[in-house]
């Protein structure tokens, strides 16, 4: 475990703009207390070392990929901190700009009459202006590279959007996937009923049985049809949902529907190593954006303090100026000059102690930011390897049940067939059935969604 609170005193007191940054640091725990026996802590040969920016591999669906690659060209808030990038660069080049002379040109022609003489005259005049502000202490450069920082911070900003966006559009492709497999088994059940009640039908019109067992599968055809209503209109909303992911018209946009057993991340969920806390907080570009802020709001806490102190600035101008365009240029009509000018603020009815003042205000902002961002990181990663942790155990529970009512759904059929059993004993078999491979399915989509989860709380990489 280590600690570091920043100094602030020490970062104000500092008379240069550009004094030593205070690293950034947080309490860092020395490991997840998530990790199931340390299952996660090594990769198996399912999940391979990936880079950042192309984690979705894992699972090995080109359906995915694709997915992947059109959001990553169209998806608007990629586009709008991409343009966010570009402007913190823009004002990262004006600030650099400061650094530098100024050189600028002008030319000027004037006609007019002075007191006492008898008609107008023409003027030309041309000249050149070079002026330059030396950065006695820092200030130039502090604001320079307090625009730096935040182009950093923009930069990660547009990753952690990046990233939001890719865990988006894999968790709603699972979804998609879980909803094909859930309409799947619902229609499976669906036929099931309707060959029951034909069945049924037939065995009333003959007087076999009484019009009670028809109603019955009569209800239970109408609820299982509503349930495959309902699970149409899902489907498309969740669709709709990827096509705006992908910057695409929902109007247009579908995926072909899949049977979950053919995917090939079906057989296993990939397991995904977390790693260490410390590695997580490198990886994360929140974190990192956090992590640029805080420098940025230290650097102007400099600037602001610089504005107390004194400024030099330097010009020099040259040219010529004649009335007669000819000889504008002749030795005669030269001038030149070179004005330095040393200033220094005594009073100003407490502007900039605002502003000092204000710059401090930013820096505790920037601070407690970037140490809520660690925090919420470190819980993101705890949150989804217990979920993963806890759903392992579900999952295996949810297969014994399928496993048991798949043999009492059997046994309640052979019972109906030699007349042991009624048919609502084997209506609850088959309704107890379809409830538990539903619950089934919920969990195997809910350990995808924790994985896609895990892999965005550890920064989109691992290994």
Sequence with gaps: MRTLALSFAALLLSGCATGP??????????????????????????????????????????????????????????????????????????????????????????????????????????????????DLFGRLRAASQAAEFDAVASENLLRDTQLLIQSRVAETYFTLRALDEDQAIVADTLTAYRGTLSVTERRFEAGDVAELDVARLQAEVAATEAQAAALDQRRAQVAHALAVLLGEPASTFDVAAASWADQGWAGSVPVIPAGIPGEVLKRRPDVLAAEAALYGAQRRVGIAKAAWLPALSLTADGGYASGDLGNLFEDAAKNWSLTGILSQAIFDGGRRQAGVDYAKGGLDVAFATYQQTALVAFADVEDQLTDLIWLRQQEAAQDRAVTAATRALAMSQSRYTNGSASQLEVLDAQRQLLAIRRQSLAVRSAQYQATVGLIRAIGGGWG
Aim: net charge negative; glycine share 10%; charged share 15%.
């Design 21 to 134: 940054l205070q690293q950034a640091q947080v309490e860092t725990p020395a490991a997840f207390t998530g990790v199931d026996n340390g299952a996660t802590l090594s990769a198996p040969v399912s999940s391979p070392a990936i880079g950042v920016g192309a984690w979705w591999l894992v699972f090995r669906d080109d359906v995915l990929n694709d997915l992947m690659a059109r959001a990553s060209e169209s998806n608007h808030d990629i586009r709008i901190a991409a343009g966010r990038l570009e402007q913190s660069r823009a004002l990262m080049g004006s600030a650099r700009s400061g650094l530098w002379p100024q050189l600028g040109a002008s030319y000027a022609a004037s006609h007019g009459a002075e007191v006492g003489q008898s008609k107008p005259a023409t003027g030309h005049a041309i000249g050149a202006e070079l002026s330059y502000e030396v």
